[in-house]
Structures are given as structure tokens and as C-alpha cells.
T-cell receptor, first 112, second 115 residues
Framework: LAKTTQPISMDSYEGQEVNITCSHN???????ITWYQQFPSQGPRFIIQ???TKVTNEVASLFIPADRKSSTLSLPRVSLSDTAVYYC?????????????FGGGTRVLVKP | NAGVTQTPKFQVLKTGQSMTLQCAQD?????MYWYRQDPGMGLRLIYY???????DKGEVPNGYNVSRLNKREFSLRLESAAPSQTSVYFC??????????????FGPGTRLTVL
């Protein structure tokens, strides 16, 4: 399973855009990149998933360069409720087991 | 549609006691998973069941056993609890159909303390 590296923490202010970059140098051909969000005392929640280029949904955007060795999660115009831990995961999303390896995540603190 | 439910929400055990954590999903998902999360850490996979009738070890299976009772239910058993098993346990499920890319849905967690 590909190992991921992401910043331990980030601070931001309401209304700003938050970009979290994740490194995954040994990503495999079949691997997808998935981001989860976790609030205190809750289970992780899926945010976005992509394989290459750019993916956008109602919550976030995911930018993946051509070499796929890194990816950037972009949260537009954050609010206080976006304070959470964000996990970047890399794995074969089509595999039967789809074992996910969670790293330490990035703690995002949104300030007023 | 309750999603993924876990019982109990909290549990305190003494060293050596046994218990079973229950997990159920009502989304007709094929795959189910058990994770543990220690304070300030990411989740680690204990066991998973890719489909009904199969179970496989994850990253940290020692001290645990699982049962995929049916398509809906996946239980985690601690035969002889140890303080090192103090953690928050999350169950997750995933639709998984061949060729699709889908994601895991997590339950609210069980906070377990072993004294």
C-alpha cells in the first residue's frame, strides 16, 4: 500500500481557501486517491476521490498532477465547521478488500 | 436508513475480560471493516470482510477475532482484553461491486477502556 505524507496541522480563517497537499511517491497504477474528513468523536466521512487531473464536487476539489506522486485537496471558503482532521489515502479503490491505510492526517483549525 | 450502527457506544472492561462489539449496516453493502483509532492517531485496520462469508486480517489483528454473521452484521470479539486495546473502534461498510470505485461509510464508534 502506498504511503502518504501530509502536513500535521494547518491554521486558516473563515472565508479563506485551504489547500492540503499529500505526497504519495510510490503510488501504484491501480491506486486512487481518496480524502476523508473526521470530526472529534465521529467516524471519518468521505470527501472526494480521484485518479488523475482534477475532480470537483459540492464540497471540495482535488488536484492531481500528471505524475500522480502528490495531490492537493482544496476547500473553498472554509467556515468554523470545517475544523477537522483530513486524511489522504491511496489504494486500489476497485479491489475487493479496498484496505485503507490512514496516516496521521492534517488537523485543520479554522479561526474566526 | 440508519447507515452503520455500532453497539455499545462506551464500554469499560477489566484486563482479561471478553466482549463482542457489534456492527450492522442497512445499506446492503458487500464489504465491512473494523478499525481502531488510538488518541491522536489515524485509523488502523484490524479485520475486514470483502463479502459475506469471507474475512481477512488487516494491519493489527492480534488479540481480535471477527464474525461476518450475515450480509448486514460484522462483529469484533476481544477474547482476553488488555490495556493496550484501549481505543476507539470504528466499523465501516462499502458497497463494492466489481469494477466500481466506491468508498467506505463509517459508524459512530465504540469507546473501549481496558483497566
Amino acid at each position: 500500500l502506498a504511503k502518504t505524507t501530509q502536513p500535521i496541522s494547518m491554521d486558516s480563517y473563515e472565508g479563506q481557501e485551504v489547500n492540503i497537499t499529500c505526497s504519495h511517491n510510490n503510488i501504484a497504477t491501480n491506486d486512487y486517491i481518496t480524502w476523508y474528513q473526521q470530526f472529534p468523536s465521529q467516524g471519518p466521512r468521505f470527501i472526494i476521490q480521484g485518479y488523475k487531473t482534477k475532480v470537483t464536487n459540492e464540497v471540495a476539489s482535488l488536484f492531481i498532477p500528471a505524475d500522480r506522486k502528490s495531490s492537493t485537496l482544496s476547500l473553498p471558503r472554509v467556515s468554523l465547521s470545517d475544523t477537522a482532521v483530513y486524511y489522504c489515502l491511496v489504494g486500489d479503490a476497485q479491489a475487493a478488500g479496498n484496505k485503507l491505510t490512514f496516516g496521521g492526517g492534517t488537523r485543520v483549525l479554522v479561526k474566526p | 436508513n440508519a447507515g452503520v450502527t455500532q453497539t455499545p457506544k462506551f464500554q469499560v472492561l477489566k484486563t482479561g475480560q471478553s466482549m463482542t462489539l457489534q456492527c450492522a449496516q442497512d445499506m446492503n453493502h458487500n464489504s465491512m471493516y473494523w478499525y481502531r483509532q488510538d488518541p491522536g492517531m489515524g485509523l488502523r485496520l484490524i479485520y475486514y470482510s470483502a463479502s459475506e462469508g469471507t474475512t481477512d486480517k488487516g494491519e493489527v489483528p492480534n488479540g481480535y477475532n471477527v464474525s461476518r454473521l450475515n450480509k448486514r452484521e460484522f462483529s469484533l470479539r476481544l477474547e482476553s482484553a488488555a490495556p493496550s486495546q484501549t481505543s476507539v473502534y470504528f466499523c465501516a461498510s462499502r458497497p463494492w461491486t466489481s469494477g466500481s470505485t466506491d468508498t467506505q461509510y463509517f459508524g459512530p464508534g465504540t469507546r473501549l477502556t481496558v483497566l
